[in-house]
């Protein structure tokens, strides 16, 4: 018994020492592009269907790109290169 609550305890350190590394050592970026050129009464922008986003750091090195893409639905896919 005092050995299965052991491997328990021990399973849900390392969960938390897992979720504690991933969120200090990832992040994630949800961005939207709008053309608000195409304002209209109706609309207060057009969709863009075609993007290209670049990141980048104070010394001007990429950190992230995407490419947005329409792909025959409302909400374009946005494919990114890894950062450094």
């Known amino acids: 018994m ?12 390392g969960v ?6 991933q969120a200090h050592t990832h992040g994630d970026v949800w961005l939207q592009v709008k053309d608000h050129a195409g304002r209209t009464p109706r609309q207060l922008w057009a ?15 990429v950190l992230a790109a995407a490419a947005l893409e329409a ?4 909400w374009g896919t946005a494919w990114s290169s890894p950062c450094r």
């Open 71 to 74: 792909r025959g639905s409302r």
């Open 16 to 21: 938390l020492g897992y979720g504690w590394w």
């Open 2 to 13: 005092k050995r299965a609550l052991l491997g328990i305890a021990a399973l849900a350190a």
């Open 47 to 61: 969709d863009v269907l075609k993007a290209r986003v670049v990141m980048r750091d104070a010394a001007g090195q």
